[in-house]
């Protein structure tokens, strides 16, 4: 019913439709059965930031900031100030100590200026138009009430957007993405900060563990698509790619802390700090390039792509493998001994650790690319897109709850009026 209403998926590229995991309508284990459509973008919707449990925020290539309510759908506030399409998005938590209850948000856009927001009241703040360039990030570090912004140059602000420091210019490229380290230190141009070390992807497929303190490489992946066996080394998951017909670019990385979980091309992986090894993996994710991954409170991983799809996943275990044999002499040492299925059930042995990916659910609602998502707990999930609209997706269930529970008051309420 979804696909009829809005018309569907919008696969950009061509792929093997049969090789993609399907799943059917029937989805015990996908809550999500109720959205809620937001209009209010005349363009690509890139950003969606978290304000608190109730509000959010949504920009992109229009130039508008919208607030939004979580619960209701409601638009809180129309933000309008820049000309040009919004680079980057950020929530300071706390501008004023003195008004601790007080979030300004924070916005850059290619017109070559930042704009600070009060959200109570969707007013500027602030307008900083001195840079030479295009911000492409910003970082907040709330506990010393700075925040920083990253283009041809890095520069440190003050709560009250006075310029405390800067960089020289970067003249190869500018910073597109900053981390905070231990010690009040950063890294620029990086992915995902993991307690003490960090992680950067490529767009050759590389993945990088860092050691923050003293920039030693930890561990490596850069083989996901090579799918030549190496039975000499620890197992390894591999993906068989013809030329050209996927990306191996690292679009996206996340983490809990214990396993990072890489967007590559089309497919989804996690791979563990501990034992340095790909643990779960889906080569076909989706029908076209993933391009952001999460895992969520609840233990459930979220991908959404460039086919127009959010998948809900589940990380299993898997049964233990049991070891190859080639008949009883052989289990005994008698007869001329098979190396490969000896080396077969060696690896089939390593591998017995690894967790299988399994898809629970399909939300299907956009038309277009999703770029990114949010996660509520008791308010479902938000997705924006370049169809120029934002889905709330909903727990049917407790959507019957709250809704049964806001009429009874109202009945009440009424009740109350009348006596």
């Not at 459509?37 to 509000?55: A, C, N, T, Y």
């Not at 068989?240 to 979980?261: A, M, Y």
């Not at 939300?363 to 308010?379: E, N, Q, T």
């Not at 997706?393 to 009874?408: N, T």
């Amino acid at each position: 019913m979804l696909r009829w209403l809005l018309g569907g998926r919008d696969v950009q590229e061509p792929v093997e439709k049969s090789l993609v995991l399907c799943i059917g309508d029937d989805q015990p284990q996908n809550p999500y059965t109720e959205l809620q459509i937001l209009k209010g973008h005349s363009d690509i919707v890139r950003f969606l930031v978290w304000i608190d449990d109730l509000r959010f925020a949504s920009a992109g290539d229009d130039g508008v900031v919208f607030v939004w309510n979580v619960q209701t759908g409601e638009k809180l506030h129309e933000l309008q100030g820049h000309s040009r399409p919004i680079t980057a998005i950020a929530v300071f938590p706390s501008v004023h100590r003195l008004q601790p209850e007080t979030r300004h948000l924070l916005t850059a856009a290619s017109d070559k200026t930042i704009i600070i927001w009060d959200l109570n009241t969707g007013a500027q703040i602030y307008l900083l138009t001195e840079f030479q360039s295009s911000v492409k990030c910003l970082m907040i570090i709330e506990r010393l009430d700075v925040w920083l912004s990253g283009g041809d140059k890095i520069c440190t602000w003050n709560c009250q957007a006075e310029l405390l420091c800067k960089t020289a210019c970067f003249k190869d490229a500018d910073v597109s993405s900053m981390i905070e380290l231990p010690k009040n230190s950063i890294a620029a141009v990086v992915r995902k900060d993991v307690d003490n070390t960090f992680a950067t992807g490529s767009h050759v497929g590389e993945l990088i563990i860092w050691d923050s303190l003293d920039w030693s490489v930890l561990a490596s992946e850069s083989q996901f698509w090579n799918a030549a066996p190496q039975f000499d080394k620890p197992a390894e998951i591999k993906i068989s790619l013809t030329p050209n017909q996927h990306e191996t670019c690292v679009h996206h990385l996340s983490s809990d802390r214990e396993n990072i979980f890489a967007a590559i091309g089309t497919g989804i992986y996690v791979y563990n700090l501990l034992t340095k090894t790909v643990i779960a993996y889906q080569q076909l994710a989706h029908d076209s390039r993933v391009l952001h991954i999460a895992k969520l409170p609840n233990n459930q991983l979220v991908s959404c792509s460039e086919d127009g799809s959010v998948r809900l996943w589940e990380l299993q275990e898997l049964p233990p493998a049991e070891p190859a044999t080639s008949g009883l002499f052989n289990m005994w040492g008698i007869g001329r001994p098979n190396k490969q299925q000896s080396q077969m059930a060696k690896r089939k042995l390593e591998c017995s650790v690894l967790k299988s990916l399994e898809l629970i659910g399909d939300l299907i609602g956009h038309s277009g690319a999703v770029r990114m998502f949010l996660y509520f707990k008791d308010h479902g999930m938000v997705t924006c897109s370049t169809d120029h609209l934002i889905i709330l997706w909903k727990d049917g269930e407790v959507e019957s709850q709250f809704w049964s529970k806001k009429l009874f008051q109202k009945l009440e309420q009424e009740e109350q009026y009348a006596a």
